[in-house]
């Protein structure tokens, strides 16, 4: 059995068919689902889905690419509804930074300024946290550590096989392992994937993105879980079915939740 820690449900890529990918996921054995936060118009979306389906949660949290529009209050609102799990994803995205050096240090200190507003919510109602970490990794590593995020941990979204972010096993973080494992010029996450404990792996698809292959290019969604497990498995050289029990048990660990 497989829960997709991380798959956009509330992404309008899914408002035609979403029943029909539900059940598809749910006849493969991916019992579970995990809805973060990314942009807070679609929260109310999320909040629906979770409340119409037993094994599917949310989280509420403001991805770095929408931080104008982050409202702490309309996050706590939230927090407290009973299929509330998480707090994110959040976290730095440096990507897609301005080039002018002025408009790029600024949009740094609003990113670290949401993010670290995120963490203290997260500590405040005792929940998880779901990181994203794109381009960034030595900085969204020191806030971790400096706003003491262990007192909650969390796991780092597609785990971007930076060595660094290893470190944060040591504090209570997991790693969030999804469609990137499967592709041709996953070198990297391919090589550092045994370094990261057993105990520490999750499973995601962030879909409606980053497609496993051979499917790249499409529309992802929860039931590719299965060959991100099974790719992993092929790594670990380990039976699949080891693989996901391990797997399992880390998410109901660190979401607190029996799927
Ligand atoms: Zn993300
Ligand atoms: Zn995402």
């Known amino acids: 059995m497989i829960i997709d820690t991380h798959c956009h449900l509330n992404d309008k890529r899914f408002e035609k068919d979403l029943d029909e990918v539900i059940q598809r996921a749910f006849d493969a054995d991916v019992k579970g689902m995990i809805i973060p936060g990314a942009d807070p118009a ?14 599917i949660y949310f989280a509420v949290g403001v991805h770095p690419y929408d931080k104008e529009d982050f409202d702490l209050s309309f996050l706590e609102k939230h927090i407290t509804h009973p299929k509330c799990i998480a707090v994110g994803e959040c976290g730095l995205d440096y990507y897609r930074l301005p080039d002018d050096a002025e408009a790029k240090a600024a949009d740094k200190a609003a990113q670290k300024t949401i993010f670290k507003e995120q963490i203290a919510l997260a500590k405040k109602y005792g929940k998880p946290l779901i990181i994203h970490i794109r381009d960034a990794s030595r900085d969204s590593l020191d806030i971790l550590i400096e706003e003491n995020a262990r007192e909650v941990g969390g796991v780092l979204h597609c785990y971007n096989a930076s060595p660094i972010l290893l470190e944060l096993d040591r504090h209570g973080f997991y790693y ?5 494992i499967t592709f041709k010029n996953a070198k990297k996450l391919v090589e ?8 520490k792996l999750l499973i995601e698809t962030d879909a409606p993105y980053l497609t496993p292959h051979p499917h790249r290019g499409e529309r ?19 039976e699949r079915a080891e693989l996901e029990e391990i797997v399992l048990a880390n998410t109901q660990k660190l979401f607190n939740r029996f799927f």
Do not use: S
């Open 220 to 238: 992802n969604e929860p039931f590719y879980t299965t060959l991100v497990a099974e790719k992993m498995a092929d790594i670990l050289q380990m």
């Open 192 to 199: 550092i994937l045994p370094q990261i404990p057993k105990e």
């Open 42 to 55: 679609e929260l109310p979306r999320a909040v629906e889905i979770a409340e119409k389906y037993d094994n």
């Open 176 to 180: 969030g392992i999804g469609g990137v």
